[in-house]
């Protein structure tokens, strides 16, 4: 539950009735500090889903006395199916939606548009480097890559400054092939979105570089290559 913990202030949660009240108010007893944002039955008779700001979410019985962690599956007549990631690709799709494009560095699909897929990256990351190196591949299968910035050293790092300068650079997409290829690119501040991106990553929780997100909410996490994540998308 240290997870859980996020700060000194308790938001009050979204819930619909007496049962989601109680397990909120029970967790807020046991766990001071933390943030819930919702409290609702979960497809499992009896459990409730609990979520937190940070978008971790435990499961909790009626009275609110017995949590579980970790992901709920579910035995379905094509196998096993996870349910808790199932919901996060849905809240990871409507919080990606309501940031819509802005500010990202885009490296448009060859001819006809197939898919879309939104990375998380950091300039630095050798694996976000073996990625890039294959945008023109991913742009030929008819897939375009939006670029958002993640620098996981944090802010006012070197890491963080370089892809400011990026975003800030006449020609982003020149600037962006310079810094991935270990090139030097020149320092440059403006009002950008890098930070408001960083944010958005910690939401749709991103937890290393690359990290891609697809249109249907489902991330994959670090460089898959582009044939294989062109085959995933159905593409070959």
């Avoid at 009896?46 to 709920?72: H, I, P, S």
Wanted: hydrophobic share 35%; with cysteine; charged share 20%.
């Amino acid at each position: 539950m240290a997870g859980l913990v996020l700060s000194s202030a308790l938001s009050m949660p979204v819930a619909s009735g007496e049962k989601e009240d109680a397990i909120a108010s029970k967790l807020a007893d046991a766990v001071p500090g933390l943030k819930v944002t919702s409290v609702q039955p979960s497809e499992a008779p009896g459990l409730y889903r609990v979520q937190a700001t940070n978008g971790q979410t435990v499961y909790a019985t009626e009275n609110g006395r017995y949590l579980l962690t970790g992901d709920m599956l579910e035995i379905t007549d094509n196998g096993i199916a996870n349910v808790s990631e199932r919901e996060r690709a849905g809240q990871r799709r409507e919080a990606m939606a309501a940031y819509s494009d802005g500010g990202v560095i885009s490296y448009p699909a060859s001819g006809e548009e197939k898919a879309v897929i939104d990375v998380f990256t950091d300039i630095d990351c050798p694996y976000c480097r073996k990625l890039h190196d294959e945008v023109p591949q991913l742009n030929d299968y008819g897939i375009t890559v939006n670029y958002y910035a993640f620098p996981r050293s944090g802010p006012d790092t070197p890491s963080w400054e370089k892809y400011e300068s990026v975003w800030c650079a006449d020609d982003q997409q020149a600037a962006m092939d310079a810094a991935k290829g270990g090139r030097s690119v020149d320092s440059k501040t403006c009002e950008n979105p890098v930070e408001a991106q960083y944010r958005l990553g910690s939401e749709v929780g991103v937890t290393g570089t690359p990290a891609i997100v697809l249109e249907d909410g489902n991330m994959v996490r670090g460089y898959v290559p582009a044939n294989n994540l062109a085959e995933g998308l159905g593409l070959l």
